[in-house]
């Protein structure tokens, strides 16, 4: 309990930790960067759900167990994204007046966390060791540069930085409830650890797929994108040869 409880909140609040540079920047981060960033966090998060997550739930409950999952991931991402008011924050040509739409902004960035918090939750339920301390860290990588952009898209709002690096921040804050359910719920019903492991990993590969790479191949920078995807893969492989 202990372990999920800190492993949440730490990831969580990279999103805070993200942002933190909001506060110093006195013009907007490139595009480049931004989709170098992004492309990043995909190759991280995809080695966590492919080498780790997948695995892992094939081992506890079998290939259907798996499918099942996953797919409850991917089809819980899909219903989400077609009833959430989706925020583009990379390629907008016309920006949204905050001032008329915060909550609407900051509810629909947050509800996007949602889906991470309980991958790291359920991760924390894995009999396999360090399982949780990976996925934790890897959304927590994910959730830096995202917060960044969080930061930068309320900047342009004409938000002052202070209350844009707040905002920012409390964004990422829901994960640590739903990494407590996610938690609770598989640690306490056994039968569903292989499920939530899938689900989590289907979650991941569809942020992954819809939303960090297409967006990190936006605005001509697919090469350096690329590289910046392989570099982040082999980074998350190599911290789970090392756990």
């Not at 990831?11 to 990043?40: C, E, K, Q, Y």
């Not at 190759?43 to 094939?58: D, H």
């Not at 990422?172 to 292989?194: M, P, Q, R, W």
Request: net charge negative; hydrophobic share 55%; proline share 3%.
């Amino acid at each position: 309990m202990k372990d999920v409880l800190l492993g949440s909140i730490l990831s969580a609040l990279s999103t805070g930790v993200g942002a933190l540079p909001i506060l110093f920047l006195n013009n907007m981060l490139t595009h480049r960067w931004r989709d170098v960033l992004l492309a990043l966090t995909a190759g991280i998060m995809t080695a966590a759900a492919t080498m780790s997550l997948i695995p892992e739930a094939l081992q506890a409950g079998g290939f259907p167990a798996l499918a099942i999952g996953l797919m409850l991931g991917v089809v819980t991402l899909t219903l989400m994204e077609q009833n959430i008011p989706h925020i583009d924050l990379q390629h907008s040509k016309t920006g949204i007046q905050f001032d008329e739409k915060a909550l609407l902004i900051v509810a629909a960035i947050t509800l996007h966390n949602l889906p991470e918090g309980l991958s790291v939750g359920v991760s924390y339920a894995s009999d396999v060791e360090n399982t949780g301390n990976l996925i934790a860290l890897a959304i927590g990588l994910q959730n830096a540069p995202e917060g960044l952009l969080v930061a930068l898209f309320l900047v342009q709002q004409k938000i002052s930085k202070l209350k844009a690096f707040v905002i920012a921040t409390l964004t990422g804050a829901v994960e640590i409830i739903t990494a407590l359910i996610g938690f609770y719920l598989t640690a306490y019903i056994d039968s569903l650890v292989s499920y939530g492991l899938a689900f989590a990993a289907g979650s991941m590969l569809f942020i992954i797929y819809k939303e960090l790479i297409p967006e990190s191949h936006g605005d001509g920078n697919e090469r350096f994108a690329t590289y910046s995807f392989i570099l982040g893969l082999l980074f998350m492989i190599f911290l789970i040869q090392i756990f």
